[in-house]
Structures are given as C-alpha cells and as structure tokens.
C-alpha cells in the first residue's frame, strides 16, 4: 500500500540519482557516495529491524515489508539520504560555517538536557538508540576535519529538527507507523549524533587516495 513513506522515498531516490549521475564520470566518487548509502542503510535497517521485532514501533504501510516488519520504502529512503547528506555535507562545507563550534555544541548539549527532561515528564523515552549513537557520534566529532566540524553540527542540527517536524507529522497525521509509549525525542537526538558519525566516515573515506 503507498503512503506517506513511499512518497518521501521517491523523492529521496530522485534526488541521489541526479547526484550520482552528476559524478557518472568519477567512479570513485560514485563508490564513497554509494558506500556512505549502505553504511546508513544498514545503520537503519538494524534499528528499524529490532525495533519493530521487539514491538517499539510498528509500521503500517508500504509497498513491500521485509521480514514483514520493515518497510522497503526505508532501506530506499536512508541509501539515498546517506548519498544526498554527503553530497551536502561536502557543498556547504566549501564555505565558513556562520557560526563557532563550541556555541552549537552548547546549544546541543542543552537540548539534550531538555529532551531528556521532557521524556521523564512525559513517562516515555526509549534511549537503546543513543546506546550505539553516542560513541559513534564522538567517533565521528574526532575524526571530521577541522575546518568542516562546524558544518557537521549545524547540519546534524538541522537533521534532528527536520526528522522531529517530519516524525511528528507523519505519526500524528498520516499514521504510517507508531511508538510504543509515544513519539520520543531521543530518536531526533539520536539521529544528529549517528549524522556527525556519518561525516566522519565521509572525511575518512575522503582522506584515501584517489
């Protein structure tokens, strides 16, 4: 059945496809597009796999359920966001980041705070995630080259902003899926955190030879 997934799907796949077409001429570039894809692809299935099979959330529709938990929509949605978030990263790290580091690592830590207090509040809160997305978050923080790690935190930034609007809408309106418990922000945070593990993954395969 199509939803609301399937649509952002194929607007990912659309986006990763012009963006893999622009590099056709590079293989190499193709391959480290390709391989940050899978890496988050992989991330995501794993989760989305232990989550739904241990009944934390449940999907509802799609065109086809793998193991009839996870949709396939998702595996298409995370390969293609993983090659656009490189394709990102790298454009806008060509220029100065508008803001110093230590300020957005502030704010972040401060949401952080509040996310965690507001679960208590709210008796809701799953944070198995942040388990695997605080080391590989750091990971990442130590290994993204100076002069791109304040590009890596707004953009992180953005991306738990961007999943909370869209996670929200989607559950409160579309009802393609569901939490257990209800929506957590652990899940945007955690998002942010596995971003910055991302970049560095992409700094590392960028420091390779060509």
Request: hydrophobic share 55%; with cysteine; charged share 15%.
């Amino acid at each position: 059945m199509f939803g609301g997934l399937t649509i952002l799907a194929a607007i990912a796949a659309i986006g990763a496809i012009a963006v893999l077409f622009d590099s056709r001429k590079n293989l190499a570039e193709v391959s480290k597009y390709c391989t940050v894809g899978l890496v988050i692809a992989l991330i995501d299935f794993v989760t989305e796999y232990v989550g739904t099979k241990f009944a934390g959330w449940q999907y509802n529709q799609s065109v086809y359920m793998i193991a009839r938990l996870v949709p396939i929509e998702l595996v298409v949605l995370f390969f293609a966001g993983g090659i656009l978030l490189r394709y990102a990263y790298l454009e806008v790290s060509k220029r100065k980041a508008p803001a110093k580091i230590n300020i957005l690592l502030y704010i972040t830590m401060i949401f952080g705070v509040l996310m965690y207090v507001k679960d208590l509040q709210a008796g809701v809160g799953n944070a198995s995630i942040l388990t695997f997305a605080a080391p590989f978050g750091l990971w990442g923080i130590l290994n993204v080259t100076e002069d791109r790690r304040g590009w890596a935190v707004i953009l992180a930034l953005i991306i738990a902003t961007v999943d909370f609007i869209v996670e929200t809408f989607f559950v409160n309106y579309f009802a393609n899926y569901g939490y257990r418990g209800g929506f957590s922000l652990h899940t945007p945070f955690a998002y942010a955190l596995i971003a910055i593990g991302i970049f560095g993954l992409i700094d590392v395969l960028n420091s390779r030879k060509k």
